[in-house]
């Protein structure tokens, strides 16, 4: 990665030095540890050695970072099927997700979860959702609960494009914005649902218009620009918290692999389109970005970069050496049985 | 029972009182769902809750089942414990997938991070003329997915402590409540109670034949019962409360005993729980049998409006007590 030779199109990052040098990196290093965890579960996959599939978030991790960069510790996360980044931008720690991803009995969920229904309760997440628009909802009923006890929290919502066209997501945001919940929905545009392009299925390109039918503030950024999304959602985050209301921010973005790690994602899209947003890669702008404008030295990123990396093999070695499950397990965690 | 604890209050009176302790007694309980407020509900089961606790803890929802379902979902996972009305019990159709994939599968797919104490309050059943849409007895759907308890209260009584026992359960419960019993009265005792999930009541006692019954189906057998009663023919009625968790025990020692078995459910007869209750406990009776099985249930068609064709599907007095009296033959 030559920062010299991208220098002229830094279309990933907003300009100048708002921010302390070790905030930018901490934002650097969590997409580099989406980036990196998610490229190793691809591997684990072309070996054979995770059952099931995985959502790849490779594209996006600006959105999840730059959205859990804006959150309490306190706070709540709903996720969805590609679920990796926000848990990850949530500290969620990898070997516990790597583990689950593979089975294993020390995941997060014992095994029973896989790669897209994990939930980490420590961290505030209430759950990533195999079901399109399952969790809307659920965040949305989060938030009444932090409005009905005034917790002040907040629960942020991730949703893909697709998602808004399913009934969950005008249910909730007709609810959410009637009893102003502090709810913030963090649309993941993509434009693609599996194969199908949003301008295939839906007249409007701009989901943010949709928030506005219900009264919500609803807003359409660059989703790559990891600043942007934290700024965008810092904002709502704490017009939320002061009782103001939900807010919807459309994060235009791009996955990079197929729809999970078996699909080649051949016969959707061009391979132009596919070249223009990887010009685009929130990861390698911001890292020109910190070396050229934020002052940073690139032998720290590499070194950085490094320990990233051992993290993540470790995190393999810990979910490979977990042992699987044992089958009566099975009938555990079905109902809650104590008092 | 004292006779002078017993007051008469109607079905849906029950519901509010239950309600209203269990509000009373821990601020995590809401209500939430479409006119349960400021009317007191459709059929009037939750009137002066919100006088009594507000807007925020009684409140009015948009049509929207699937996203009240998930509210709820959402409040029990994050530490409430709210109660759902759907206004018919057809409607868990548009709300089946929070039901069914998420508020009975977080807790499991979490490997048990999570407890779902989520009660969502259904109207079923048949009699109103309300035809295919609102006369619905879908609680088979609902017992077919683990992960969720089902309860189905036959009286006032017994919905008062059965409604109490599902808030405070921290899993998600299905309750069916028989719209043809709101607005009838009932001797419930005063005071706190509760019914423990599990355990069937065996309502009526008899030897030839043992009638297991649920939800409205267990006040028509005791009508039937009565009658056969006077001819001497000593039927016992056992009312299964729950279907899941399901009180194998009591049916099995009941069965033993009469070694006939007449289940009635209102719900349709194919792939219902009258199959399910017969072959959950086949092995343990098989030989106790001097009669083969049987069921009544609705006719395997949808619902009709007109009283014409309606009363006929539905299992009722008259035809429990034809079908006990010819498996009651010796
Ligand atoms: C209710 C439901 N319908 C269909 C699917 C199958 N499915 C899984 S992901 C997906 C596409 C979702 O697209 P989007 O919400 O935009 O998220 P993205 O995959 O682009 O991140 C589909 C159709 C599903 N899991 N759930």
Redesign the interface.
């Known amino acids: 990665m030559s920062a010299q030779k991208r220098s002229s199109k830094k279309k990933g990052t907003s300009d100048g030095n708002r921010y302390e040098e070790d905030f930018l990196k901490n934002l650097y290093a969590t997409m580099y540890r989406i980036r990196q965890f998610e490229e190793q579960v691809f591997e684990l996959y072309k070996l054979g050695l995770m059952p099931g599939l995985a959502h790849s978030y490779i594209g996006e991790e600006a959105v999840a970072t730059g959205a859990c960069a804006a959150l309490q510790d306190r706070d709540y996360i709903v996720s969805t099927h590609r679920g990796h980044g926000h848990l990850i931008a949530r500290g969620a720690d990898t070997k516990k997700m790597m583990a689950e991803v593979l089975g294993k009995k020390d995941g997060y969920c014992k095994g029973k979860a896989g790669s897209m229904h994990i939930v980490a309760l420590d961290k505030g997440i209430l759950g990533a959702n195999g079901i399109v628009g399952g969790g809307i909802p659920i965040a949305t009923g989060a938030a009444y609960m932090a409005k009905y006890k005034d917790t002040k929290q907040v629960t942020v919502s991730f949703l893909g494009e697709s998602a808004t066209n399913e009934g969950t997501f005008h249910e909730s945001l007709n609810m959410a914005s009637a009893w102003d919940l502090p709810v913030v929905y963090v649309v993941e545009n993509n434009r693609y649902g599996i194969s199908v392009a949003l301008d295939r299925v839906t007249k409007m390109q701009d989901i943010a218009v949709r928030a506005q039918a219900y009264g919500i503030g609803g807003v359409t950024i660059d989703g790559n620009d990891v600043l942007k999304v934290y700024e965008t959602v810092k904002e709502a985050v704490a017009s939320a918290r002061e009782g103001q209301g939900p807010a919807l921010i459309e994060c235009k973005t791009y996955r990079f692999k197929g729809h999970h790690v078996g699909d080649p994602a051949t016969q959707y899209r061009t391979r132009e389109e596919e070249a223009f947003w990887k010009e685009r890669c929130p990861l390698v702008c911001f890292r020109d970005y910190l070396i050229e404008k934020a002052g940073s030295d690139e032998k720290g990123i590499v070194a950085l970069e490094n320990a990233i990396n051992d993290e993540i093999q470790e995190a393999i070695v810990f979910a490979k050496n977990s042992p699987y499950p044992d089958a009566v397990e099975a009938f555990e965690d079905i109902y809650f049985e104590g008092r | 029972m004292n006779q002078e604890q017993v007051r008469e209050i109607t079905y849906a009176q029950a519901v509010a009182e239950a309600i209203d302790e269990e509000m009373a007694r821990d601020e995590n309980v809401?209500l939430i769902g479409e006119d349960v407020g400021i009317i007191g509900g459709n059929f009037k089961a939750t009137v002066g809750l919100r006088d009594k606790y507000g807007d925020?803890?009684v409140?009015d929802?948009?049509i929207?089942e699937?996203?009240?379902?998930?509210?709820?979902?959402?409040?029990?996972?994050?530490?409430?414990r709210?109660v759902v009305e759907i206004m018919f019990s057809d409607f868990i159709a548009l709300g089946m997938?929070?039901i069914a994939?998420?508020a009975a599968k977080?807790?499991?797919?979490?490997?048990?991070?999570?407890?779902?104490p989520l009660t969502i309050r259904a109207a079923m059943g048949g009699g109103r003329s309300s035809a295919a849409q609102h006369s619905q007895s879908l609680h088979a759907w609902v017992a077919h997915v683990?992960?969720l308890?089902v309860a189905l209260p036959s009286t006032a009584a017994e919905l008062k402590g059965l409604l109490k026992t599902a808030i405070r359960d921290?899993?998600p419960v299905v309750f069916m409540e028989h719209k043809v019993e709101y607005n009838k009265k009932f001797p419930v005792p005063e005071g706190e109670y509760t019914i423990p999930f599990g355990k069937a009541n065996v309502v009526r006692e008899g030897d030839r034949l043992t009638i297991v019954a649920t939800s409205n189906m267990v006040l028509k057998s005791l009508e039937a019962a009565d009658k056969l009663g006077k001819e001497g023919i000593h039927v016992e009625v056992i009312d299964l409360r729950t279907l899941v968790p399901l009180d194998k025990q009591t049916m099995i020692g009941s069965v033993k005993k009469t070694g006939r078995l007449l289940i009635v459910d209102e719900g349709h007869l194919s792939f219902g729980a009258g199959a399910e209750i017969g072959m959950g406990i086949m092995e343990d009776v098989f030989y106790d049998l001097d009669f083969p099985m049987m069921r009544l249930g609705t006719e395997d068609c949808p619902i009709p409006f007109s009283p014409a064709l309606e009363f006929p599907i539905i299992p009722d007095a008259k035809k429990i007590y034809e079908k006990a009296k010819m498996m009651a033959k010796r």
Request: net charge positive; hydrophobic share 35%; no cysteine.
């Open positions: 809401v925020w803890r409140k929802t948009p929207s699937s996203g009240i379902i998930g509210l709820g979902v959402g409040m029990a996972i994050t530490g409430m709210p997938d929070q994939n998420q977080i807790r499991y797919m979490s490997g048990g991070q999570v407890k779902v683990p992960g308890k921290d899993n």
